[in-house]
């Protein structure tokens, strides 16, 4: 990407890792997503979530047509729908990432690839670092944040606020690349490309 280019949100039609794929979220997966975030055990770390499968819908409708975000099903190589991703809130070269929920019973390193897939993909748009937050309670997964670079820069008494830098997030690639040993392929209508 050039120099002083502003980053952007572009849509890919899909993502496609090491062992799994991005794809994005369609009113199809409207009834996965809601069992993932009215789950006692994963629902209790994010933001409520009525459920209300209409509203869902009308939810993924809206974020479809909506260019500051990005919200990813995440899927193994079988087609299998094991968790979610979301990428929003654009702040220069910063971006946000949530609504990242593995189901139950998926292998450890999904979340290691998907997290690579999530920066390595940020970064092919030209973003350069990240913020977000986490539940105080949501132990392992700041932790798991933590040993990827992110800096704590701020609490409430329910959320840590983390940022991490592009020297931080290429050191995780480079720690962690056993989990995603070739380059991602990002598919778009008109062009592939390798990163």
């Known amino acids: 990407m050039e120099k002083n280019h502003q980053p952007c949100f572009i849509k890919p039609d899909k993502i496609i890792g090491n062992k799994l794929i991005f794809e994005n979220a369609t009113i199809n997966d409207a009834e ?5 975030r009215t789950d006692k055990k994963k629902g209790k ?14 939810w ?5 047509k909506d260019s500051s975000q990005i919200y ?12 979610t991703v979301r990428l929003y809130d654009q702040r220069d070269s910063s971006f946000c990432w949530g609504s990242w929920i593995i189901k ?3 292998p450890i390193y999904y979340s290691i690839e998907s997290a690579l897939m999530v920066y390595i993909f940020a970064k092919s748009l030209g973003f350069t670092e990240s913020h977000f937050d986490v539940r105080k309670e949501n132990i392992s997964v ?20 983390y940022k991490i830098g592009l020297i931080a997030i290429n050191n ?19 062009y592939l490309k390798k990163t």
């Open 172 to 190: 995780s690639i480079n720690k962690y690349k056993r989990y995603l040993v070739n380059e991602i392929i990002i598919l778009h209508k008109n």
């Open 32 to 36: 996965f997503i809601l069992s993932l």
């Open 104 to 106: 139950d019973g998926s």
């Open 72 to 83: 990813f099903i995440i899927k193994d190589l079988k087609s299998n729908k094991v968790g």
């Open 142 to 161: 700041w932790k798991f944040h933590e040993r990827f670079g992110a800096e704590k820069i701020n609490e409430t008494e329910k959320d840590f606020f």
């Open 60 to 64: 993924l409708e809206a974020c479809s």
């Open 45 to 58: 770390f994010l933001s409520l979530t009525e459920a209300d499968m209409e509203q869902q819908i009308k």
